[in-house]
């Protein structure tokens, strides 16, 4: 079975500051990890998605992950926070029968 | 281009009534997933479809929960006889495909559900 362990339920940073969202996954097989955001009252929006082509993967506003096998982890960074980064954040794992399990999710605040 | 739309936007019913959530995928997706979010569960998987396959139900909680897709486009997703523990956030979305370059998925903005 997959799982997701979202290690820090809350982040706070300054606006201008690096921000890192920690995830380590749990897999049988090479898996698909993505890092969704939902922004108060809205959908949850795809931020990047690893599927083994390179194992650092950028995706949209900045945010970058790195995928590392050795330690099961798919941590999820942005090097200049902003105060529209205020969200909450999910890392996902997709299991070889096409579900999503979904972290319990990282609350991020910006101080401005 | 268009996303992921679902209706109603909220919705508040009385204990014991049945409601139906509507979700239109994005044009041209073969899956469609069913999700719920809930303050204690976080995010659960309910039940997808792909083509013309049989559904996966295997995340319904109850058999008073069941969907259906007709014509290979919209769902509902039907719940009877409401409990409060049904109040969540429901959401839907869509993808190309089941696995390969087409498998991400994309969210409708979800239905929120207050059963009183």
């Known amino acids: 079975a997959q799982s997701v362990t979202q290690l820090d339920s809350h982040v706070s940073v300054s606006e201008g500051t690096p921000v890192l969202l920690r995830c380590n996954y749990s897999?049988?097989?090479?898996?698909?990890l993505f890092w969704y955001v939902q922004h108060p009252n809205k959908g949850l929006q795809l931020l990047l998605k690893?599927?083994?082509?390179?194992?650092l993967v950028k995706g949209i506003n900045g945010f970058e992950a790195e995928f590392k096998k050795s330690e099961t982890s798919f941590h999820l960074t942005k090097p200049s926070a902003h105060m529209s980064d205020a969200a909450e954040y999910f890392c996902v794992v997709k299991s070889n029968d096409y579900k999503l399990s979904f972290g319990a999710g990282t609350t991020v605040t910006v101080r401005a | 281009g268009a996303g992921v739309s679902q209706s109603p936007s909220n919705k508040v019913t009385e204990k014991g009534k049945d409601v139906e959530l509507r979700c239109d995928p994005i044009?041209?997706?073969?899956?469609l997933y069913w999700y719920r979010q809930s303050l204690g569960q976080g995010l659960e998987f309910l039940i997808y479809?792909?083509?013309?396959?049989?559904p996966d139900k295997s995340g319904l909680p109850s058999d008073r929960f069941s969907a259906e897709r007709t014509g290979g486009s919209v769902s509902t997703l039907t719940i009877q006889r409401t409990q409060q523990e049904d109040s969540a956030v429901y959401l839907c979305?869509?993808?190309?495909?089941?696995w390969g370059l087409g498998e991400t998925q994309y969210f409708g903005p979800g239905t929120r559900l207050l059963v009183l």
């Open positions: 044009s041209g997706h073969t899956a």
């Open positions: 897999s049988s097989y090479s898996p698909s």
């Open positions: 479809f792909q083509g013309n396959s049989a």
């Open positions: 690893y599927t083994s082509a390179a194992t």
């Open positions: 979305a869509s993808s190309l495909e089941l």
